[in-house]
């Protein structure tokens, strides 16, 4: 996998709070970003499990749902955590890559839901099937930020 990028960074405090883009954020193993609502134990479908302390989404999947399909939606709209450019995310479950110096392991893929769609109030579920990014554990603490490079590990 060639090295990608983030392109940019959400989090929501509350569960259908409006994302809100930041420059870094700490990544807390165990919880997930600081400030989120999941972090806070605050996430709509909030579980003490892993593949609930990190989401993200390739910036192409978001494109290609406007050129495809012709609906707009922010980056943050997705409501994913990471927004990456240039990273086969759905390559990614079950490996271990790296946020600049955090660790984290894919764990499965974060497919759209009736929940994203009432939320962003767009017909997204066609638009985003096996492109709605990936569910991730965070492995090491660290802080992740805008143009940090994703590696792949194992």
Same mark, same amino acid.
């Given at each position: 996998?060639?090295?990608?990028?983030?392109?940019?960074?959400?989090?929501? !405090?509350?569960?259908?709070?409006?994302?809100? =883009?930041?420059?870094? %954020?700490? =990544?807390?193993?165990?919880?997930?970003?600081?400030?989120?609502?999941?972090?806070?134990?605050?996430?709509?479908?909030?579980?003490?499990?892993?593949?609930?302390?990190?989401?993200?989404?390739?910036?192409?999947?978001?494109?290609?749902? @406007?050129?495809?399909?012709?609906?707009?939606?922010? =980056?943050?709209?997705?409501?994913?955590?990471? %927004?990456?450019? #240039?990273?086969?995310? #759905?390559?990614? %479950?079950?490996?271990?890559?790296?946020?600049?110096?955090?660790?984290?392991?894919?764990? @499965?893929?974060?497919?759209?839901?009736?929940?994203?769609?009432?939320?962003?109030?767009?017909?997204?579920?066609?638009?985003?099937?096996? @492109?709605?990014?990936?569910?991730?554990?965070?492995?090491?603490?660290?802080?992740? @930020?805008?143009?940090?490079?994703?590696?792949?590990? !194992?």
């Amino acid at each position: 996998m060639p090295d990608g990028t983030v392109e940019s960074i959400h989090i929501a !405090s509350t569960a259908q709070g409006p994302m809100q =883009a930041i420059a870094q %954020v700490a =990544a807390i193993p165990g919880a997930g970003l600081e400030g989120d609502r999941y972090e806070l134990k605050q996430g709509t479908f909030y579980k003490p499990e892993p593949d609930y302390e990190l989401t993200l989404i390739e910036a192409e999947s978001i494109e290609a749902l @406007r050129r495809d399909y012709q609906v707009e939606l922010a =980056a943050g709209d997705a409501r994913r955590n990471i %927004v990456t450019r #240039n990273v086969p995310l #759905n390559h990614l %479950v079950g490996k271990e890559f790296a946020i600049g110096d955090v660790r984290i392991r894919g764990i @499965r893929l974060c497919e759209p839901c009736d929940h994203l769609q009432k939320v962003t109030g767009k017909p997204v579920l066609k638009g985003l099937l096996h @492109r709605g990014g990936l569910r991730a554990q965070i492995l090491t603490a660290g802080t992740i @930020r805008v143009g940090d490079v994703v590696t792949r590990i !194992s």
